[in-house]
């Protein structure tokens, strides 16, 4: 396979990433409402709506801002149509649950609302990783260069880490492992458990990538992750305890 994997359209040279994006989100759509029609939801349908408007709204504000971040020597030349161009999937999971908080917190919901997302975001992620993967060094989603027997050409003649094959990898592992937790845990500790393994992992694979770094030579991405290990700090020493119980 050679990289960046492209299709031809009327003689022109498209990455598949756009379309595993829209397929992403469609599918990441259709397992959600799949799912929600098989459980009782305490919550109306009026305010799941709201609820995902806010989850949408803070991941776009989110994704972008986080983006921009990833490379502070080149916010002072950022131009507005790059700023919306350019987003990372960890922003957006910050700024959605902002978003979604201050959703609730407006509309009165007190009830834990993300269990039900989990599923659908492991989906959504693996197919749009995929997208990813298939642009090689041409997406901003490819490790240093490697001589670990995983390391890949991803277009420009080295071995280097394909972090999002890893990623992709790392969701079948947590798609697994939230079917057999099922109603294991109390409502709202599936999606908590997800945010935390989700950012531990960003948190080290940020370090087999060419990152930028935003302050004591860590990147904004292992902010934000350290941002979520604190947020859920109570979570965590509660799911410790009771595994070491």
Known sequence: MNFPVRFELFGELYHW???????????????YYFLKKKIVDPI?????????????????????????LEDP??????????FFSNKTIAGGFIGGL??????????????????LYVIP?????????????????????????????TGMDLGDGL?????ALYEMIYMVFLFLFF?????RLINGDHFKLFM?????????????KPYHPLFLDLSVIHWISLFIFNYYYKFILRISNSILK
């Open 17 to 31: 990433h756009y379309i595993f994006e829209t397929l992403a989100f469609l599918i990441g759509i259709r397992v």
């Open 44 to 68: 109306s349908d009026e305010n799941r709506l709201w609820i995902m408007l806010g989850a949408m709204i803070g991941a776009l504000i989110g994704s972008r801002v986080i983006a921009a």
């Open 73 to 82: 020597e080149s916010i002072k030349h950022l131009s507005l149509l790059a």
């Open 98 to 115: 902002f978003g979604v908080e201050l959703i609730k917190k407006i509309i009165g919901v007190k009830i834990a609302s993300g269990d």
């Open 121 to 149: 975001i492991i989906v959504a992620l693996f197919i749009g990783r995929i997208g990813c993967f298939l642009m090689g060094i041409d997406e901003p989603t490819f490790g240093v260069e490697t001589h670990f027997f």
């Open 159 to 163: 071995k280097r880490h394909p972090v």
């Open 179 to 183: 079917i057999f937790l099922k109603k």
């Open 196 to 208: 935390v393994l989700y950012f531990l992992y960003r948190f080290l694979v940020e370090f087999i």
